[in-house]
């Protein structure tokens, strides 16, 4: 039962040199760069003749916090279904997002609110921040049980830089609406991570398989994450939208298309199972990608999917369906700069973007984590906690008898 | 431990084609008859001289976001007490409230939003969604582990339809106010799902009487349930109520309201259990209707309760205590077309009423369920996932040896 | 396994006479005394013309319903991290919250709402009450498993009392600022259950020691309760905040401290935990307090490290850095009744001033629990549910034979 230490002293100052590091890094930079906007200063917001109703805070506070638990009890739970990875699910989702939260508030920064030599930061920063923390969970997903939390860190390093440049050229440069995030976030954090597990590609993973599967309580839990993403999904698409009836319609359009995918899934399970029984839909792969979470169904083949009704919708959009509302949801079209044709040339467009800058960066982070030096764990001790975790237990549980084992089963 | 296959290839499609015959015709139904409202219509909302601070979506959003939350993670993972069937408490919770989010749209929305031949759709159709989801998890609660997905879904298909009719007797006939939802959700999803198991009555119920008790671990998931319900209810029942004052004080008033239930609850639980120690109440019911989740005790006494305190304060009003509020909680009275005893009476009916829909709704429910087509599961395999679901390492589990065993628990 | 019933007849029915008893107490005093607030009162507010937009309940109650869920879901699943405790630490919570809440709303509102000889609750009396079941839960942490609910509910009685007295000499008379609840919540709360705890203490506590610790699944149990505090902190500190940009600044600032914090916790924790692996971290009391979950590194020392950081912060206050919003961080400051550094002066005797409660009543407060009369487990039933609470399977456990046991593990 005791797994014989092997990490050397160098290999041990690793991640708390990096967190150190990483940290240090970031929080010199928010000494220098990272200011309040005028909604969350003091002086600015009294300066003027404001009602404190009118900050934003109260038309996206709630929205944020919904985002926030999808990104750590939702992304967090749902990886918890194999039976032995439930600390790493969970922790490294809080190391992964905890970092990736302030980088990410450093670059979009740059690219989206930068004045002055400043950048501005208030509500808005912390929903971009925690849109990119969930690519990065995405991808996160793909690579889940086969590496380090240094390995890891690394990863998120370099995404969130891509993640950030990538949404500069969408948002704008080519000013492409992406609803719900299906490029920027759904297909970039899926290719992104599906690229990089298939550069890390282990052949002799097998000799983890025994521990890939799943136990009936650790389903459970995994049942957690998957349904606070499921239920704040209205207010994950509708955070960042225009304020008022844009926000409302957002929320309503997810609310309504997520029941009617779930019964089409279980209809789908239902088929799909043996003896008719229900199983989330199991495609296994002949690509030698290892996604673990099944990250492809998940995000790519939807986020991609996403893209291209975004496409559809952005080539059908006349001022008879949208009214003056379509000032705020095609401004371009409204405007008469782009004809809808052109809008969704555009949004395709887009979508290539996308796919380059993931596969690039995927296949550039996959030949990063593949350094000797860094800590990926063997191939026999893949989906495992106790290689990075202290585990209740791993020594006295033996000797401890098995009374404990039988009543607490 | 294997089970042997008892579906025939009819039965294994009943439930993917129900489940697609379902989703089809409700998407058929909305793409002819729902519209925005004009809160989230693009082109009403914009026409017009609003300010996006006013849609009604600030001012609900949040409480329907608890709500959502209490049906989902609330009822899901309170049922999950039954040691052998958290997949099924859960996932047909989904199923259930899936459908009937959108199948109650529709029906509600004919009797309460049907405007120029369409139904209008915003914030308020999804908060009064799911509360009827609500009352069919709350009938759910009564037949949980004794009937199929196929089964249940015919359960929510009769009952949305019921309750929609109940509501719209009771709030648009009758004008009578409804606090908390005692009567049209309470009351009526527990007398529906009690009358319903009682016509499904199972006299060898006995033989899957080991799996009707909880283990240690599901009673803590069981609990998250618990809280999740506890700490929301004032949303729950604020969400609908009048804008200001009114959502303000429901929410303040079900708030030390729970607080007092829960010392006297544990009193109570401390005085019957045995030794002293403290139990959730178990009061054994003589009237053969397996109530797997004491739905009788939980939803049904208390909302037959809550609608007799409901005339008795309805009897009361008086313009002294309510001031010009009382045009918001009673407007008939302020108006001077009923009087404060008259509307008391009306209370009453009310309660008759939705007695009446309930009890003859479940009766033909459950014998609409009794059809021996459907798939019920056997007396001996009740209260059991691996019916119905792929359970992990049902066939491995003695292969794996007793390592894991001894290690997961 | 069956353990044999110490309680006599007499002792069984301590808890629920303590619970009717002070549940009748508080209903009395409710109804003598609290009456609502212009805000929630029907008449009142519609005395006058108001936009029901402008009703606190829109600008508080998102915060408030996170702050809720902190307190139930957030403290109790953080304390079952303990393998046999999962049920005492989620139900004593609920109790000792529930309680509390109703408690401190009289408390609370003798010393800041009682005008014309009524206590007048709103919004703001919810969230002050959840602060102080806070602060009891707090204290409930450092004695978890080494006390009955009898004691409990005593402990919070007299804590409530003290919180609400120190609350009011910081607050009212000496007029200190007190961000994030750092004195009158964390560090009143860990030092009232540390001295507490310390006169409790327990030579023969290790006959408790092998149920001391956690199991995998009960680990994970608790993650759900640390997801939550962390993820609604943001909510916590900026409910109570001035409207606008205070709150919104609150939040922010909440938001980018946590991710700052986790970096640094993940590289303590693999500094110092054994092999570079990764763990809470291990601080051994040498002071014989027996602080079960860890609440002087959790809250106490964070406590006044906030409280020390608040004075240094009120002592370098300018106008030049907060504009006309200084009047609403320090109004004395800015009406120049006193200068930062005297402001500074009076912050670090509010230290000393909660420092004090907080010795002398956690003191007296354990010489009270002492009393032998009371339910204190015995030295060997330590961190052990079976005593308080009805356990499945503690009976029949054994009989079942070892399939269910294999099959759920």
């Known amino acids: 039962m005791a797994w014989s230490p092997r990490h050397s002293a160098g290999r041990r100052l690793q991640l708390p040199l990096l967190c150190l590091l990483l940290q240090g890094a970031t929080a010199i930079l928010f000494a220098v760069f990272v200011r309040y906007n005028r909604e969350t200063d003091a002086a600015l917001w009294h300066w003027g003749n404001h009602s404190n109703a009118d900050n934003e805070f109260y038309f996206r506070y709630p929205s944020f916090q919904d985002v926030h638990a999808m990104i750590f009890v939702g992304f967090g739970f749902l990886m918890v279904f194999l039976q032995r990875y439930g600390f790493g699910s969970v922790g490294f989702t809080f190391l992964l997002a905890a970092f990736a939260l302030q980088w990410s508030t450093l670059i979009q920064g740059f690219f989206h609110s930068f ?223 782009r004809s809808a044709t052109s809008q969704a040339m555009h949004q395709l467009f887009g979508l290539f973007v996308t796919l380059t800058f993931a596969s690039v960066g995927g296949g550039l982070g996959g030949l990063l984590l593949r350094l000797p030096i860094l800590d990926s764990p063997p191939d026999s001790q893949c989906y495992e906690d106790q290689i990075y975790w202290e585990v209740p237990g791993e020594h006295e549980h033996l000797a401890q008898g098995s009374e404990e084992t039988e009543t607490q089963a």
Chains 1, 2, 3 share one sequence.
């Open 115 to 337: 004045r002055g030599g400043y950048i501005l930061v208030g509500m808005e920063s912390m929903i971009n921040a925690d849109f990119c923390a969930g690519a990065v969970l995405i991808s996160f997903g793909a690579v889940l049980g086969k590496t380090g939390p240094v390995q890891l860190l690394l990863m998120a390093l370099l995404e969130v830089v891509l993640f950030g440049l990538n949404e500069f050229v969408l948002l704008s440069l080519l000013e492409v609406k992406d609803a719900g995030g299906s490029m920027t976030i759904h297909t970039f954090g899926a290719y992104f991570g599906l690229i990089l597990s298939r550069v890390l590609y282990r052949p002799q993973l097998e000799k983890s398989k025994h521990r890939q599967g799943s136990v009936y309580h650790s389903d459970l839990f995994a049942m957690i994450g998957t349904i606070f993403l499921w239920i704040f999904w209205p207010s994950f698409n509708s955070a960042p939208t225009a304020l008022g009836d844009g926000q409302h319609r957002t929320a309503l359009n997810t609310y309504y298309s997520l029941t009617a995918s779930t019964l089409s899934t279980f209809a789908l399970s239902a088929l799909v199972g043996g003896d008719g029984r229900l199983d989330m839909p199991i495609l296994e792969s002949k690509l030698k990608v290892q996604d673990t979470c099944g990250v492809h169904n998940l995000h790519g083949m939807p986020g991609v999917l996403g893209a291209l009704l975004g496409g559809l919708v952005a080539g059908l959009a006349t001022r008879e369906a949208y009214g003056d509302g379509l000032e705020s949801v095609f401004p371009l079209i409204a405007e008469g700069q």
